[in-house]
């Protein structure tokens, strides 16, 4: 049970992060955002809402898409994943304590901060085994019903997301190219950290439970 407490913790803080990073991002949205949230920004400019609606809606498109595809890829994390996360970020940005666009070069600092806080984020979330996020699960779908890998058919995918941003008008930049060089480091060295901890519970937890069956 304790376990069990710890993982959806360290889930939920994933959330938690990966939320304020696209958050603390879209402030500084006019040196370019990650092709996903390009689109939020696009649909949100275009057809009001919020960005975080808009990425609940997208992510849930993507789960049915992926029930019918590849059903195994769909888990209740994916599906919390999908509902959390955009409420998250709107929340942060209504809240309006994030730093604020500066039309300097301390805007690309304020970027990197938040792609930081994401990557973080998201090795929390995968490292505690409830579930990919919809987009994740989305890639492996694609990925297991092609003869592409996962990183081909992300690379599609995120491609084809950022031309339909890019033709709504959404916030496409340098920043947006460099997204990947950055999170992605990030996210890997979270992961490893965060998976480590979830695997010393796990033999924390098993070692209990040997020493509580000796002593019975």
């Not at 402030?27 to 939020?40: A, D, Q, R, S």
């Not at 809240?95 to 500066?102: E, Q, V």
């Not at 929390?124 to 890998?149: C, E």
Request: proline share 3%; glycine share 10%; aromatic share 14%.
């Amino acid at each position: 049970m304790e376990l069990k407490l710890f993982q959806y913790f360290l889930f939920f803080l994933g959330l938690t992060f990966f939320g304020l990073g696209n958050a603390v991002a879209v402030k500084v949205k006019y040196i370019g955002l990650h092709p996903w949230e390009v689109l939020n920004v696009a649909l949100y400019q275009h057809f009001g809402l919020t960005i975080g609606t808009w990425g609940v809606v997208c992510g849930l498109v993507l789960i049915i898409i992926s029930l019918f595809v590849a059903p195994s890829y769909i888990s209740i994390g994916t599906i919390l994943n999908a509902l959390c996360i955009g409420p998250i970020m709107d929340f942060f940005l209504w809240l309006d304590i994030l730093p604020k666009a500066t039309n300097t070069w301390l805007d690309y600092l304020i970027l990197l901060s938040g792609v930081i806080i994401t990557g973080i984020g998201g090795g929390m979330y995968v490292a505690a085994g409830i579930g990919a996020g919809p987009r994740d699960g989305f890639m492996l779908s694609i990925s297991d019903k092609t003869r592409l890998s996962v990183s081909q058919a992300r690379m599609i995918v995120e491609s084809l997301v950022l031309i339909i941003g890019f033709l709504l008008g959404g916030p496409v930049f340098i920043a947006t190219f460099l997204y990947t060089f950055i999170q992605s480091p990030v996210f890997h060295s979270s992961l490893k950290v965060f998976k480590g901890l979830v695997e010393t519970s796990k033999r924390k937890k098993a070692r209990h439970k040997k020493e509580s069956l000796y002593n019975h």
